[in-house]
């Protein structure tokens, strides 16, 4: 059964602060994993999609890398800002045999607070 | 482009009673996901949805049930509510459906039971 973590639970940084956010996931034969992120009381934004087969994603500060050798993701926020502040998700879509494409698995998330 | 549209917003209901949740996609959008969010299992898939059939099925038991309709828009339906049916309830939608398309989520149902 895939398993999807994301280390650490919860981070406070700075504003203006680069910083990274970790996912990682046990089994590799995944299709994509995407990047997803969620304020408070409300429903999820997809940030990033990274296809099995690409290495790293970037849009504006946001840069997202897969290695799917080792079972990891990273997601880098460059010079973050107060509006940073929300829960980030990420989620793997895994093969089937067959090669069809299975649900999201989510991992429980990082809450991410930037301090003015 | 109005964004996925999940109603109603609160819901406080019952042990043993049944609820409906409805969700409208994107216009255009033909494939549509439910999820249900708790702080204990976080997110969990619910059940996918395309051309009205149901595509995909999550492990939730038979209480949780869903369909989809000629416009796309969704409903999901549990019954017999239990206390742990409370949650966040997200409805996601996607143009084609296929792996790599894009989720489009709504601000979800926060249902309450009691």
């Known amino acids: 059964k895939q398993e999807v973590t994301q280390i650490p639970a919860a981070l406070s940084v700075p504003e203006g602060e680069n910083l990274v956010l970790n996912c990682s996931f046990t089994?590799?034969?995944?299709?994509?994993l995407q990047w997803f992120r969620q304020d408070p009381g409300k429903g999820l934004t997809s940030l990033l999609l990274?296809?099995?087969?690409?290495r790293e994603q970037t849009s504006g500060r946001l840069n997202a890398s897969l290695d799917k050798s080792s079972g990891r993701s990273t997601l880098y926020i460059a010079a973050s800002q107060p509006g940073d502040s929300a829960t980030y998700l990420c989620?793997?879509?895994?093969?089937?045999?067959?090669?069809?494409?299975?649900?999201?698995?989510f991992g429980s998330g990082t809450q991410l607070t930037v301090l003015p | 482009k109005a964004g996925v549209t999940q109603t109603p917003r609160y819901l406080i209901k019952t042990r043993g009673q049944q609820v409906t949740l409805s969700c409208s996609p994107i216009?255009?959008?033909?494939?549509v996901s439910w999820y249900q969010q708790t702080p204990g299992q976080g997110l969990q898939f619910l059940f996918e949805?395309?051309?009205?059939?149901?595509?995909n099925k999550g492990n939730f038991p038979g209480r949780f049930s869903g369909r989809q309709f000629s416009n796309s828009r969704s409903e999901m339906n549990v019954s017999t509510l239990e206390l742990g049916d409370s949650a966040l309830y997200l409805c996601?939608?996607?143009?084609?459906?296929?792996?790599?398309?894009?989720?489009?989520f709504g601000n979800g149902t926060r249902l309450t039971v009691t």
């Open positions: 989620a793997v879509r895994l093969i089937e045999y067959g090669g069809s494409a299975r649900q999201l698995t």
């Open positions: 990274i296809q099995s087969s690409q």
């Open positions: 216009s255009g959008h033909r494939s």
């Open positions: 949805y395309f051309s009205e059939t149901q595509r």
């Open positions: 089994d590799s034969a995944i299709y994509n």
């Open positions: 996601a939608s996607s143009s084609w459906g296929g792996a790599n398309s894009p989720l489009h």
